[in-house]
């Protein structure tokens, strides 16, 4: 299945590279960063001649407090260790060094997102404070939520790339403002057009089809990473927001709202699997090798066989992560309407049911590289975590049962696994390790329980992130009162009452 939609897809890529050079040309009206190089003194103090590349300090210069976060401190931390955080491609390869080689430069705003990420994480690690972290951050969000994402005059992909980071040093902060980061994207940029259906008519009320926005494959990967990041944000607290931005005419939003006087969650979910199977079909046609365009001829043809499997595990990545979209509408709108029979849930069980088959198939892949390896066993943790997410949906007044403990057990094998493979003191994966979290409420072994737990405290200690601590003490609440109840809590409202709303 996955290999037909493959070769489908491969008829459509756009040629590579002509979009990178269309924003390394386009002026920037002032909001370019200016390349800054420092030469090193002709004479040292003692007068004699010094080689080009050799860096004399004056043994009567004040030297700077090793712990202060310069910015050239805050870059060599960024390219040494941010650049494998959430990435086990290898660092010179991968989407975090191309932003800083090739577009950071190009926008003040994007190189400070990247600084107050990278000023963040040093800080948690070191235990400074926070001032300099915030402050990059506080500047470049003031400059790009000003921003009309398709208006403006600059390249959609740096403003994209700079959300990203944005929304990034928000969720390790235990921040909220990504909501909001994310709402303004959607809205300006208009990305809910590839989330609307092709057909014209539905059958209950007519859609016209349009144009989807003119993006690159690298601003289709933001993208899918963004949509990521907006379904975490509501997992357990608040409700998705991409799929309402569909590029509608007011008018036409207000007629159809008066017409069909419904839940915008019944709406959602009557053709969820529409507008996911189009929002797969565009994310995929249009964000194909990515890396190997970036990079171009320097790119090593080793990595080709691997970036192929890569595209079709990209297809059921997907897949996972708006099928837990899904989930949440389901959630919020059980939480709105009861015991409504507007909508059968088996709807939402079978698909679950045919997304572990496609996982089930494709972990049988014998992978040869770790990358996929381990983007295989994510997926595999998604689909487990998904199972136990709809369960505790639709069965809130019992304790578990044999299915959830059974996919709560597979994803502790995964994270075992995954331990492995990524790199030392990093998760890997923007979509680790909250199916961990999921698994540790849901599990009924004491033992598992605990694990989970030093597993979270680990993570803490090696510097995840602020909310990993909040993750930690919501699941040891959670496990707390299940036992005293002996039935499933409504984590959310756990959250809001002991640690406030926070992002997993």
Same mark, same amino acid.
């Given at each position: ?8 897809i ?13 924003? *390394? ?18 004479c ?14 004056n ?19 960024y ?9 086990v ?8 060094s191309?932003?800083?080689n ?94 609307e259906?092709?057909?014209?008519n539905?059958g209950?009320h ?5 144009k989807?926005p003119?993006l ?8 899918t990473?963004?949509?990521y *990041? ?11 927001s ?13 007629d159809f ?38 990079y171009?001829p ?74 996929? *390896? ?5 997926i ?9 997410y ?115």
């Amino acid at each position: 299945m996955l290999g037909e939609f493959y070769d489908r897809i491969t008829e459509e890529e756009d040629k590579r590279g002509e979009w990178m050079d269309d924003i *390394l040309k386009k002026p920037l009206n002032g909001n370019s960063a200016t390349v800054t190089t420092l030469n090193s003194p002709k004479c040292n103090p003692y007068g004699e001649q010094e080689s080009s590349n050799t860096l004399v300090i004056n043994k009567s210069d004040k030297l700077e407090d090793p712990v202060i976060q310069n910015e050239f401190r805050l870059v060599c931390h960024y390219c040494r260790v941010m650049c494998k955080f959430y990435s086990v491609k290898e660092p010179q390869w991968n989407f975090y060094s191309i932003v800083s080689n090739v577009f950071a430069y190009r926008y003040i705003p994007l190189k400070e997102s990247i600084l107050a990420w990278s000023s963040l994480h040093l800080s948690i690690v070191e235990g400074t404070p926070l001032t300099t972290a915030k402050n990059y951050f506080q500047s470049a969000i003031s400059s790009v939520i000003k921003e009309n994402f398709l208006k403006s005059s600059i390249p959609i992909e740096l403003l994209l790339a700079s959300a990203f980071f944005l929304c990034h040093f928000d969720i390790m902060c235990g921040e909220t403002n990504t909501i909001w980061i994310l709402r303004h994207v959607w809205s300006t940029g208009r990305i809910g057009l590839i989330f609307e259906p092709k057909e014209k008519n539905d059958g209950e009320h007519t859609r016209i089809d349009r144009k989807l926005p003119v993006l690159s494959a690298f601003a289709y990967q933001i993208i899918t990473w963004l949509v990521y *990041l907006d379904i975490r944000s509501a997992l357990f607290v608040g409700n998705i927001s991409f799929p309402d931005y569909i590029a509608l005419e007011d008018k036409r939003r207000e007629d159809f709202t008066a017409k069909y006087e419904r839940s915008s969650d019944l709406e959602y979910l009557t053709i969820a699997d529409k507008y996911e199977s189009k929002a797969v079909y565009n994310i995929f046609a249009h964000s194909r090798q990515v890396l190997s365009s970036m990079y171009g001829p320097s790119y090593p043809k080793d990595f080709q066989s691997t970036d192929d499997l890569q595209d079709q595990i990209l297809v059921l990545m997907v897949k996972n992560m708006l099928m837990f979209g899904t989930l949440i509408r389901l959630r919020c709108w059980f939480e709105s309407c009861g015991n409504s029979t507007e909508f059968d849930p088996q709807s939402v069980q079978e698909r679950i049911d045919a997304l572990y088959i496609e996982t089930q198939k494709l972990s049988s892949i014998k992978a040869n590289d770790s990358v996929s *390896l381990f983007h295989i066993l994510i997926i595999k943790a998604l689909v487990h975590a998904s199972i136990i997410y709809f369960d505790r949906i639709c069965n809130p007044n019992i304790r578990t049962n044999e299915k959830c403990q059974l996919a709560a057990y597979e994803i502790l094998k995964v994270a075992l696994k995954l331990r492995e493979i990524r790199s030392s003191k990093t998760p890997g994966s923007t979509q680790w390790p909250f199916p961990l979290f999921i698994a540790g409420v849901e599990t009924d072994d004491v033992v598992h329980q605990n694990w989970i737990l030093e597993e979270l405290e680990r993570c803490e200690e090696e510097g995840w992130g602020l909310h990993i601590g909040k993750t930690k003490i919501l699941l040891k609440e959670c496990i707390k009162r299940q036992g005293k109840l002996n039935q499933r809590v409504d984590i959310g409202a756990v959250m809001e009452e002991l640690t406030g709303y926070f992002i997993l």
